[in-house]
């Protein structure tokens, strides 16, 4: 039988108020909805599946307390790396709202005013996969949207505005690997939320 690579699994936390009408949630620590909780306690099938070495979570709530419903509370270790993107001016507000004034900004493009760039969210992301690497085994990360997608980006060598190209829903799971000789990144699993379903 062959051994595959490590794999890094990305956990988007459950539903939140702002998640559900797709307001910009950066620092602002909001609560799982109903939904959003009964979402982190479906994650505990379908993580079965590994058995992880580390288990890292932003220490934001929405994010915490989708680990513990998952039932990975015990062992989780908060990283304030894995914090969400800091929107600065434009936290709470939704692309439309923003649009309304800037009628084609981006995130990946155009930033936040009085928020992170795009190059220190990736400074962070990188930090992130640098130490997973060097576990050299699974690892469960509990995170956010956007900080997922540019952890994904940079896995696989893209620049952090690469994370334009990975959709997320909340609480799905995503899997990060290799290539069977352990060179070459690869996505190995994306987006997936069929344990939400039914």
Not at 58 to 66: D, F, K, N, V
Not at 168 to 181: F, H, N, R
Request: charged residues 25%; proline residues 5%; glycine residues 10%.
């Amino acid at each position: 039988m062959k051994i595959r690579a490590p794999q890094v699994v990305l956990v988007r936390h459950g539903e939140t108020e702002w998640s559900r009408t797709s307001q910009h949630t950066g620092r602002t620590d909001l609560p799982l909805l109903e939904e959003g909780r009964a979402m982190g306690e479906k994650l505990r099938t379908p993580l079965s599946a590994w058995s992880f070495a580390a288990v890292w979570t932003s220490p934001l709530t929405r994010a915490l307390e989708t680990c513990v419903l998952a039932g990975y509370g015990d062992a989780a270790q908060k990283r304030d790396d894995l914090m969400e993107f800091d929107y600065g001016d434009y936290e709470g507000r939704t692309g439309a709202d923003i649009r309304s004034t800037r009628p084609d900004w981006t995130l990946w493009k155009d930033g936040v005013p009085n928020g992170e760039t795009l190059e220190q969210v990736g400074a962070r992301a990188d930090r992130i996969i640098a130490d997973a690497r060097a576990i050299q085994d699974d690892v469960l990360l509990f995170s956010h949207g956007h900080m997922l997608r540019i952890i994904a980006a940079r896995w696989l060598g893209l620049p952090p505005e690469g994370g334009r190209l990975f959709q997320l829903g909340t609480a799905a799971i995503s899997v990060l690997g290799s290539e069977p000789d352990g060179v070459q990144p690869v996505l190995a699993g994306w987006n997936n939320t069929a344990h939400l379903k039914g």
